[in-house]
């Protein structure tokens, strides 16, 4: 690049010394410089990390994943206003960008490395009975971490929402602001009145998939779903899946929100900055700026109109209790000064499947490490964007079905299935065992035996749990890990509808167009299950206790409902109770989850939150 760019400059001097300066020589003088100077204008270049800052912002943005980044793009499209955004860990990286890639992120410096605590009633077959919880610690967050899955949710869910006391959070509005912001480049839905194309967040197939993920979709068809768009008009049915992607790459809210505004001046962009507490006037109760650490020196910059967290569900918990903002006994015992009670940390919600449900196959058709060339495929998606390494983290399918537990008269599935063209074991247990945390015995029992054999998977996956569970500070120290009570499976209801997940998946696989590949399933018992008969109800409760899978989709610390609500944190307006200056815009305000993967949901409404909430 530095050589061509020499070339470039070095052949502009020449034409000018040779032929004046025409007006014909202006287009290319302008090309020239503009490869030259390639950093700086390209709307994709890295943001600018911004030393050193102002000692005051109309408006601080805490956290810059997918909620944060895209407030920070709508709040600096108003001229007059001055956007701070903190970010904890660092900026994206060329490995961050490729799709396939996903696994490996995890337990790095850019994951938070979060674990739940044990309960006795999930995760019994990861290490020390505790399921790991990676967050995204980097700019662009959690959105840079994930598999990059499309999913809205079900218009239900907003409707639900609106009906609880928030007006403005029905499904009307909400699809609205997802079409705000979508670049939708697939071709046959370029024309749905669901979608739209020129918005910051491209979203797009994969370039690259198996025959596996086509019998997936007619298996579908086989058992009575539609194959449709499930962010369409209905979600129930099965579905190739739309992911975050550009050009074959992994397309996050820092690359789609803000590396095109990084030459905007009235935004900064400050990251390794980990904040400690929001600095309150208790007389006025009001917040009036944060402070956080950033190269090991504490600062503090003031907040002229709001404080603006935007960290996560656990995150922004974490910094409202430390702030002072939390249940008062739970305050007091850790030594923190309440300045506001609320039920702050409590309703917490995820999404938790079923994980090592696998069928082999006899046909060479999956993804299996050791078959592919690592040299030839890396090229082929350099050069070209296509290939293996675009997959969404090996996701390929997703479906919406109904179990006996669900209301069939609407259209609201209660299990989501995931699809990918691999096992836990494709990769030789390199890195897929060490993510998730499975044991020695689990993983030696089980999955070694199939080691870079051909198989794919289905992970069932509840939607709306019963459950709830909470966050809790472990100290008053900043830095301390909070402690997640995820509290999978308290109410029995969530185990059951999970089992008749599990029974539906197993039809999928005995549908005739998967006889061509010879598929069956992977009947090796699960450690700890053994006594009890392989596929009955019983197992297959026992193997989901033992292999709790969450896609990593915690919402609902911060809760969102009208004043009359004892249990909120946030009013409709998501304005902290009780504290002017100060709102909370991530998936901890969701007062119930929403049915499918979350990021979709959180990028929309942050668009939302902006039209709706911000009036200054």
Request: net charge positive; aromatic share 8%; charged share 20%.
């Amino acid at each position: 690049m530095v050589l061509s760019a020499i070339v470039v400059a070095s052949a502009l001097k020449g034409a000018l010394s040779l032929m004046g300066t025409s007006l014909w020589l202006i287009p290319l003088l302008i090309a020239g410089l503009s490869y030259y100077r390639y950093d700086q204008l390209d709307p994709e270049s890295r943001p600018i990390d911004r030393y050193p800052l102002y000692p005051e912002y109309d408006f601080i943005v805490v956290g810059g994943g997918s909620a944060g980044a895209v407030v920070a793009n709508r709040l600096s499209e108003i001229p007059k206003w001055n956007i701070l955004l903190l970010e904890a860990g660092p900026d994206e990286n060329e490995v961050t960008d490729v799709p396939s890639l996903a696994a490996y992120l995890q337990l790095t410096k850019i994951d938070w490395k979060y674990k739940t605590e044990p309960t006795g009633r999930a995760c019994l077959a990861m290490k020390d009975s505790r399921c790991n919880w990676p967050r995204g610690k980097v700019l662009g967050g959690s959105s840079v971490l994930n598999y990059m899955l499309y999913v809205r949710g079900n218009r239900h869910d907003y409707d639900h929402w609106e009906s609880m006391g928030n007006p403005g959070w029905g499904y009307d509005q909400a699809l609205y602001y997802f079409k705000k912001s979508e670049d939708n480049r697939n071709p046959y839905l370029q024309k749905s009145p669901y979608h739209s194309t020129g918005g910051y967040l491209t979203v797009q197939e994969s370039p690259w998939k198996t025959p596996l993920v086509v019998a997936f979709v007619q298996a579908g068809t086989e058992i009575g779903y539609e194959n449709r768009d499930i962010n369409g008009e209905r979600q129930t049915g099965f579905m190739i899946a739309q992911g975050t992607i550009r050009r074959g790459s992994r397309c996050s809210t820092a690359k789609a929100f803000l590396r095109p505004i990084r030459l905007r001046r009235n935004i900064h962009t400050a990251m390794n900055c980990h904040v400690t507490r929001i600095l309150i006037d208790p007389i006025a109760m009001r917040a009036t700026g944060v402070e956080f650490v950033r190269d090991g020196r504490r600062q503090i910059v003031r907040a002229k109109k709001e404080v603006i967290l935007s960290a996560g569900a656990i995150n922004s918990a974490q910094i409202l209790m430390l702030s002072g903002i939390g249940p008062k006994e739970h305050l007091r015992h850790i030594g923190i000064p309440v300045i506001k009670d609320l039920r702050v940390g409590d309703n917490l919600q995820d999404h938790i499947g079923m994980g090592g449900l696998t069928f082999l196959i006899d046909k060479p058709v999956a993804i299996v490490q050791d078959r592919f060339q690592a040299a030839a495929i890396t090229m082929h998606y350099v050069a070209n964007g296509r290939g293996p390494m675009t997959t969404l983290g090996g996701v390929e399918g997703y479906a919406f079905v109904n179990t006996k537990y669900a209301n069939r008269s609407i259209d609201y599935p209660d299990i989501q299935l995931h699809m990918a063209p691999a096992s836990i074991s494709s990769d030789a247990g390199v890195q897929v065992r060490k993510v998730l945390g499975i044991i020695d015995e689990v993983y030696d029992t089980v999955f070694k035996p199939i080691s870079n054999k051909d198989a794919w998977t289905i992970m069932p996956l509840l939607l709306r749990p019963k459950s709830r569970g909470t966050v809790r500070l472990r100290s008053s120290n900043p830095f301390h890990s909070p402690l997640i009570n995820a509290n999978y499976f308290s109410d029995p209801i969530d185990i059951a509808t999970l089992v008749e997940g599990a029974k539906i998946a197993m039809r999928i696989n005995e549908a005739k167009v998967f006889k061509q590949f010879g598929s069956r399933v992977h009947g090796i018992k699960v450690p700890g299950c053994k006594h009890l008969k392989f596929a009955s109800d019983a197992y297959w409760e026992c193997h989901i206790r033992h292999i709790s899978m969450t896609i990593y989709h915690p919402v609902g610390t911060a809760k969102m409902g009208p004043s009359s609500d004892p249990t909120a944190v946030v009013d409709p307006r998501l304005r902290v109770y009780g504290v002017r200056g100060l709102r909370v815009i991530d998936a901890s305000i969701m007062p119930t989850i929403s049915s499918g993967n979350t990021n979709a949901p959180v990028k929309m409404y942050q668009s939302c939150a902006i039209v709706c909430c911000i009036t200054y």
